[in-house]
């Protein structure tokens, strides 16, 4: 079974960044697709970013697009989130997962392991 989690969640000011990590203990998640999610309270949780296998393909939620970028090591053991330019609207608990299919994807039903979420709150 993949364990999954993320560190790296904290307050910071409107316009400021932030680095999300993930990491997996137990197992090897090399040839899987990795993904973030969101989750504020009161809402659904939504897509972020997503990787593929090999760390070339990336897909973004439009929101995100152009302040968020997801990357993972060579040997595919972490994966991290870059947030500049944060917003208020970025608060929320932020969750990583991962995905025993190796393409990206940005469903929720398609990712098999979760991490417990790290809380990122924005100020202004």
């Known amino acids: 079974q993949v364990q999954v989690a993320e560190s790296g969640g904290g307050v910071v000011q409107a316009g400021g960044s932030l680095r999300l990590s993930c990491a997996a203990s137990g197992s090897t998640w090399t040839t899987y697709g990795l993904g973030w999610f969101r989750q504020a309270p009161g809402k659904e949780r939504e897509f972020v970013a997503a990787?593929?296998?090999?760390?070339?393909?990336?897909s973004y939620a439009d929101s995100v697009k152009g302040r968020f970028t997801i990357s993972r090591d060579r040997a595919g053991s972490t994966v991290a989130l870059q947030m500049n330019s944060l917003k208020p609207e970025d608060t929320a608990v932020y969750y990583c997962?991962?995905?025993?299919?190796?393409?990206?994807?940005?469903?929720?039903?398609?990712?098999?392991?979760w991490g417990q979420g790290t809380q990122v709150t924005i100020s202004s």
């Open positions: 990787i593929d296998w090999l760390g070339v393909t990336t």
């Open positions: 997962a991962a995905g025993s299919r190796p393409a990206v994807s940005n469903a929720v039903a398609l990712y098999d392991y």
